[in-house]
Each structure stands twice: as structure tokens, then as C-alpha cells.
RNA sequence: GGCGGCAUCGCCAAGUGGUAAGGCAGAGGUCUGCAAAACCUCCACCCCCAGUUCGAAUCUGGGUGCCGCCUCCA
């Protein structure tokens, strides 16, 4: 059985076949510090959290980058509208990325690497480049001569000539740097410094860097020549990364990636969410304001595979949360019942924790699971395994809270539940009880039993309303009842 | 204009030559207000046209529609 990855190189999927056996190095272009993350980034983030999460599990040690740009127009000009500085602008977004990729249970990356702190392997890399004869200097900028690289175009599947002829004249009007360029497809490798803005001194005068020297400085500076995946959105393909390869390769002669990944944009309406469209939403709004639960926005996300785009809606996200509930109970089945089908580690602390379960490797479930996700991982196939597992969990937890007996046995049961749990931690979705959940003063059991016997009354009385209000009430206290022929009536009360 | 992608049930979404997974929502029944639970049953000829094939959602050609990139963008 062996993983395939879609390459954008290569429009297809390829075997993944790390440069050297069994260790990955991972760089995934984040994002630039000028706001806060929406949900398209939380996109981006969680995908890449999965796939670094299913290449770990598959046994490979993965080493996994991403990047922060702090050095951007964006960031200096909300510097300016705050008067503030870039500096202080990018540490508040970046420690506000960092408590949203916490609650949607992104794992940290290996290394976060920013441009302000690679300044040296940039210059040196402009350097390189300028010595090789792909860049020139013009007044205090440097520009990537995009016509010296032979390669130039194969990411994007664009031809130099076809780019010119359908966009020059928008290009030429909006670029006020076109006439320092040799040519209109040129970009900039290094900016001369603006009055009032922040600059680093260099050989080619006080100034900062462009954008796509960054990531490239980056990843040699963390990964070395070459790496196995570079990942990003699609919406980066072209003319990022292709920047990217043109600036590495050229420098090194090696290849920069062996695959390359591109995540589908989110959308709005069909349309892409973007700062500029104003039709985000930022994940904390999300979360927070409109209340989403962090493991129902994962949900939401990886239920489409990841290349395709992804529209954003509300009945989405409330058909997630639904869908939540379901797994949710699945994964905390053995809290729930371990006690009561006799589990007798559920005291310890390793009890319900991945790291220490044993799952059967060869069941069919897990079969499943990695046929899918080694199908340039397929989340949507993965989840329909774990909402097999998790339904005949709920179902089983159902029987046993009505009618006090499964029909699978003790160790059937348990060996479901940690197949879901375990598959479940690949896809970065858990979840777990509610210690000591706040309510306010349980109920004494008399005065449940005196108000099912009101309740009684009324229904005796067919006073439906007076008999649901009671059931009502009772519910707001997390108690359930379950009406039983021949007028009986049980009561649960409900974990949370 | 160039390059790329997508079109499968009310919604989301798998499936890449052998007769349509799954989630959400829905209908009927065992059940006797409603609710809860279980069990059973029902719920798609896969955008259109033509072709290849014993056989196509899956391959080929041609349409139509939608989206992304070509400017900062996950």
C-alpha cells in the first residue's frame, strides 16, 4: 500500500517517495501577519495539519516548517493607520494566530521561521543570484531576470509569451516599478528603502526584501536545497511559488521540492473569501461570536477534499455541528460506559489517551481509512470509516442507557471505540468529558421523582402542555426522561 | 485573451470501466399526544450531445454552466 500525493508539478498523483527513507521535510507557506486569520486560512492550516498529522502516523518523522511573512506593504500600512509599528502590528497577529490554531487543535509547527529574522540568508541568496546573472540591480532594487531561467513557467503551466500578451497593459499601467524592469515579468528580489518605512542595510543600498525571497531564503535556511513537500493554497501556485522555484533552483541547481501541494480556496456564495471581497470571516468571529465549535469548523473543513473549493455557509456549519454530535458521542463512549461494561483501567490516567491505545491494525476500519487517506488524502472517504465506527458506538451507548445492555461485547466495544479514537486523532478531531461540568445544584433525586409524578398527573389529565413544560424544565437541568409503556417513566441524567 | 480546475440525491460529498459509500435533512412502520431510544422499510439511471466498449458517473470528442490564477492573497 503505498501513499500518493498529487503533485502540481506534475497534474497528477505520484507514490510519495521521500529523498531520504522515512524522514519528510514539510514547509507550508503561512500567512502574512496583518490581521486576523478567516476561515480560509484555517483551511490551509488544518489540511496541512492532517496530512503532517497521517504522514507521523504512517511512521514517517516529519519535519514540519512554516513560515510567518512579517515584511509586507499590508502589515506597514496598518502600521501606519494604527501609529504603530510593522514590528508591533505582526507580534499581535502572530500571537493571535497562534490561540486560533490552539482552539481548532492545529498542531505547532516544528519551526515558525520569519523574514525580519532571515535578513542574512536573504541578502545572501540575492547575492547568489546576482553573481549567477539571474537578478540585476536598478536604483536601489533588485529584479529576478525571469527570462534567464530556463524553467520559468513550469509550476503555473504558463509561457512567458502568453502572460505578457494578455496582461501588459493592466501590468505596465499599475506597476510603478516597470520602468526600472528589463522586463514586465520581472519581480522584485530586493525593494530600496521608502522614507519612514523600516529598512536593512545591504550591498545594494538600505532597503527590504520582496516577498518571494523570503520563502525561499526560509526553506533553505531551515530545510536545505531540496524538500519533499511545499504546501500552500492554490492561490499561491502562481506567481509565489513559481517565484520561488525560479529564485531556488537557479541558486542551487537543485530542485527546490519534490511535491508540490495546493490546498482549494474557500468561498463565499461560490465566490473566493478574501480581505478584499469583505466577505471573511475571521476565525475567532467565528468561534466565538457565532459560537462554532472548533472540532465542527475541522469537520466542516475535511469533509471535502482538500483541493477542491470549499463554500461556506451557515446550514454547512450547523449540518457539522450535527454531525459533531454523532462523533462526539462515539469518541466518548468508554468515559461514558467504561465503567459500566467493566473497563478496568478507566481510572487511569492513560485511559481514553491515543498515545497509549492499542487498536487492531489489520481491522477493516483501519484498512479503510488508510486506502482513503493514502488517496492524496482523502478526508471525506476517512470520515465515512470513523461515522460507521461512531454511530454503532452511539447506538451501543443508546441501548445501554435505555435498556442496560449492548449487543456486541465488552471487548468488541472497546477495541471500536479506540479504532475511532486513534483514526480519529489523525484528522486532529477529539473529544473529552466534561469534568466536572458546571451546573448549577443537581437535583436531588426526590425532587425529580415529584415532578415526573406532577407530570404524571397532567399527562393522566392529557394536560399535554403542563406535561412538557415539566419534561422542559427538567431537560434545562440536564435531566432526561424516557416515557415507557404501561405509563412509566425513567429519567438519565444527561454527561454533557 | 492565456493557463488550470469543477459539474453525482433537498444540502455537503465519496466513487476513476462492471451496474451509485457516507454525513445532514426527509418519509412510512413496530408505538398507543409530544419527546427520547431501538429495529425495519423508503429516498439519484451521476449537466447535455455524440463516440469507444459486452458493459461508462467513470475513457474519447464536442457543447453548456460555474470557479480560481494571470495584481496582494491560504
Redo the contacts with the bound molecule.
Keep these: 500500500m503505498t501513499l500518493t500525493l498529487y503533485n502540481t508539478l506534475t497534474?497528477r498523483k505520484e507514490p510519495f517517495e521521500p529523498l531520504e527513507a522515512g524522514k519528510v521535510k514539510m514547509y507550508y507557506?503561512?500567512?502574512?501577519v496583518y490581521d486576523h486569520c478567516h476561515v480560509?486560512?484555517a483551511?490551509?492550516c488544518i489540511v496541512w495539519d492532517v496530512v503532517r498529522r497521517y504522514l507521523a502516523w504512517r511512521g514517517y518523522e516529519v519535519r514540519y516548517v512554516q513560515n510567518f511573512?512579517d515584511i509586507?506593504d499590508?502589515i506597514l500600512n496598518r502600521a501606519r493607520a494604527e501609529g504603530s509599528s510593522m514590528a508591533a502590528v505582526s507580534e499581535r497577529f502572530i500571537q493571535a494566530y497562534f490561540e486560533d490554531m490552539a482552539r481548532l487543535n492545529v498542531m505547532e509547527a516544528d519551526e515558525y521561521p520569519r523574514a525580519t529574522h532571515t535578513l542574512d540568508g536573504i541578502k545572501r541568496l540575492v547575492h547568489e543570484l546576482e553573481q549567477k546573472g539571474y537578478a540585476y540591480p536598478a536604483n536601489g532594487d533588485v529584479y529576478y531576470a525571469v527570462h534567464s531561467f530556463a524553467g520559468y513557467g513550469k509550476l503555473?503551466?504558463?509561457?512567458l509569451e502568453?502572460?505578457q500578451?494578455?496582461?501588459s497593459g493592466?501590468?505596465d499601467a499599475?506597476d510603478l516599478d516597470a520602468p526600472k524592469k528589463r522586463d514586465p515579468s520581472d519581480f522584485a528580489l530586493w525593494k530600496a528603502a521608502k522614507p519612514g518605512e523600516p529598512a536593512w542595510e545591504s550591498p545594494w543600498g538600505s532597503g527590504r526584501p520582496g516577498?518571494h525571497i523570503e520563502c525561499s531564503a526560509m526553506v533553505r535556511d531551515r530545510l536545505g536545497d531540496t524538500i519533499d513537500i511545499h504546501a500552500?493554497?492554490?492561490?499561491?501556485?502562481?506567481?509565489?511559488h513559481e517565484n520561488e522555484i525560479a529564485q531556488s533552483e537557479a541558486s542551487t541547481g537543485q530542485p527546490l521540492s519534490r511535491y508540490w501541494m495546493h490546498?482549494g480556496?474557500?468561498?463565499v456564495n461560490?465566490?473566493?473569501?478574501?480581505?478584499?471581497l469583505g466577505n471573511f470571516t475571521t476565525i475567532r468571529d467565528l468561534l466565538d461570536r457565532d459560537g462554532a465549535n472548533p472540532m465542527a469548523v475541522r469537520l466542516f473543513i475535511l469533509?471535502?477534499?482538500y483541493r477542491?473549493?470549499?463554500?461556506f455557509t451557515t446550514?454547512?456549519i450547523a449540518?457539522a455541528h450535527?454531525?459533531w454530535d454523532?462523533m462526539r458521542d462515539g469518541l466518548l463512549f468508554g468515559y461514558k460506559h467504561g465503567q459500566q461494561l467493566g473497563y478496568s483501567d478507566v481510572d487511569d490516567s492513560s485511559f481514553g489517551n491515543p498515545e497509549y491505545m492499542r487498536m487492531p491494525e489489520d481491522s477493516k476500519a483501519v484498512r479503510r481509512f488508510r486506502e482513503?487517506m493514502d488517496?492524496d488524502i482523502?478526508t471525506?472517504?476517512a470520515?465515512?470509516v470513523l461515522?460507521?465506527l461512531a454511530?454503532d458506538l452511539?447506538?451501543e451507548s443508546?441501548?445501554l442507557t435505555?435498556d442496560g445492555k449492548t449487543l456486541a461485547d465488552p471487548q468488541t466495544l472497546r477495541s471500536q471505540w479506540q479504532t475511532l479514537v486513534v483514526l480519529a486523532q489523525i484528522l486532529g478531531l477529539a473529544a473529552s468529558p466534561d469534568v466536572g461540568a458546571q451546573r448549577a445544584a443537581p437535583l436531588q433525586e426526590a425532587e425529580i421523582a415529584a415532578l415526573i409524578q406532577q407530570r404524571a398527573v397532567a399527562?393522566q389529565a392529557k394536560n399535554?402542555a403542563e406535561?412538557?413544560r415539566i419534561?422542559d424544565q427538567l431537560k434545562a437541568k440536564g435531566i432526561?426522561?424516557?416515557?415507557k409503556?404501561g405509563g412509566i417513566t425513567d429519567w438519565i441524567r444527561e454527561s454533557g
Excluded: Y
Aim: aromatic share 4%.
Design positions: 497534474r507557506c503561512g500567512v502574512t480560509g486560512h483551511r490551509a511573512t509586507d499590508k503555473s503551466g504558463r509561457k502568453d502572460m500578451a494578455g496582461a493592466r501590468v499599475a516577498w500552500g493554497g492554490n492561490d499561491l501556485i502562481f506567481p509565489h490546498n480556496m474557500v468561498t461560490g465566490e473566493k473569501m478574501s480581505k478584499s469533509q471535502a477534499t477542491r473549493p470549499l463554500d446550514e454547512a449540518s450535527k454531525s454523532t482513503s488517496d482523502n471525506p472517504g470520515l465515512t461515522f460507521e454511530k452511539q447506538k443508546n441501548r435505555h399527562k399535554w406535561g412538557d419534561r432526561s426522561l424516557i416515557d409503556p
